[in-house]
């Protein structure tokens, strides 16, 4: 999972089309509530989801600065055209186009492919690969597990002494790497294509938490690590951090595209779920397969075929609308299997601290929303089961 942790940035990994994911026809994320915190390419990711039957809360975290007001951008561009460099490491396909396109608009495109066709060209990864050579460009190297940790390591075995480094970058960047290249004798430039800045709409993070926190979110997905700092940093404004990590350890499931996405979230003492391919298509499969092996419950019961996915709970496929608190109380006795559960053991469930009025009232409530009532059964002096 840690594997490009010590990779030069912790950027937006590589996204591929989704149209071909899976069929539009299809909706097994129908009943889940699923967030969305990225910025680019989030209809992309909205739309999947979607039309897989989901429903999204998008809260975008961070957006890309424009081009325009970067003046960082053309100024670290003006200076590696004239250091005019031996080696040149490219990170991303995204960022690379949008260095070069950066370039032109200020007028300096055309040097700055001169300068880099007479460079080495190293890449991170075949996205990467291909944004260079649309450029006109030739790489001479590439990362055999798309790390830029990777990358570095093969630089320090032919030596970097004396010589000249650019590093393309995101709006994240781990130290670690450079610091490797500068202590081994190399001086080290970098740009960054882009840079992360505040989206507006400054209510959407807090309205995202509120629903982790309060039970609401089945899964948070993210596509860049600084999106999960920012999500950090609002949770703690709001003074909900721990609750909102206690929420993500618990009920709701973290995904990510992966690993140098997923790094923060590990470091904050979570499991994220991670793709092998490190694409937004195979995130969403990933996620698909993952509720529906995990958080979809169906049971055949005398009261009918029972079915809960996420929120969205069926009786012979008729939808019956719950509250928070009897769908709670629904969702453990379907993961009994109409085994009994014990009256404390669901107090505990529905933090109702041994309250018998509480729990009463609670099963009274699902009773009377359900079609059949008696689907939950009373067992004397024991708990309740379903009615199989």
Request: charged share 25%; hydrophobic share 45%; proline share 5%.
């Amino acid at each position: 999972m840690t594997a490009d942790g010590a990779a030069i940035n912790t950027p937006t990994e590589e996204t591929t089309p989704l149209a071909a994911v899976e069929s539009a026809a299809d909706t097994p994320l129908d009943g889940f509530l699923i967030g969305v915190t990225s910025h680019r390419r989030s209809r992309d990711l909205i739309e999947a989801l979607e039309r897989r039957g989901a429903e999204v809360l998008h809260a975008p975290a961070l957006k890309i600065a424009p081009v325009q007001e970067d003046t960082a951008l053309i100024e670290d561009t003006r200076a590696i055209i004239e250091a005019r460099p031996d080696i040149c490491i490219a990170t991303t396909a995204y960022g690379m186009r949008r260095w070069c396109e950066a370039a032109d608009s200020f007028g300096i495109g055309e040097q700055l492919l001169e300068v880099l066709s007479a460079t080495r060209m190293f890449v991170r990864g075949p996205k990467a690969r291909g944004a260079v050579r649309a450029a006109g460009l030739a790489d001479v190297g590439i990362s055999s597990d798309e790390t830029t940790a990777t990358l570095v390591d093969m630089l320090l075995h032919e030596g970097v002494r004396g010589k000249t480094v650019a590093v393309q970058l995101h709006g994240y960047t781990d130290v670690r790497q450079l610091e490797r290249l500068r202590m081994s004798g190399a001086k080290v430039l970098t740009v960054t294509p882009y840079r992360w800045v505040k989206p507006d709409g400054s209510d959407k993070l807090p309205r995202l938490i509120d629903a982790a926190c309060g039970g609401k979110l089945d899964v948070l997905t993210f596509t860049s690590a600084p999106a999960v700092d920012a999500l950090w940093s609002t949770a703690h404004e709001m003074g909900m951090y721990q609750q909102l990590i206690e929420a993500l350890k618990t009920h709701v499931t973290v995904a990510a595209v992966g690993p140098v996405t997923a790094q923060p979230l590990v470091d904050a003492g979570l499991s994220p779920l991670i793709p092998d391919r490190y694409r937004m298509g195979a995130l969403i499969r990933l996620v698909t397969e993952h509720l529906a092996l995990n958080h979809v419950r169906r049971l055949a019961t005398k009261a009918g075929h029972v079915e809960l996915r996420g929120r969205c709970l069926k009786i012979d496929g008729e939808v019956v609308d719950l509250a928070p608190a009897p769908l709670l109380l629904l969702r453990a006795l379907l993961g009994a299997g109409g085994a009994v559960l014990s009256r404390e053991s669901l107090s505990e469930l529905l933090e109702l601290r041994g309250s018998v009025h509480a729990l009463d009232m609670t099963v009274s409530r699902l009773r009377s929303a359900l079609p059949d009532g008696s689907l939950v059964e009373t067992v004397v002096k024991r708990g309740y089961r379903l009615r199989v």
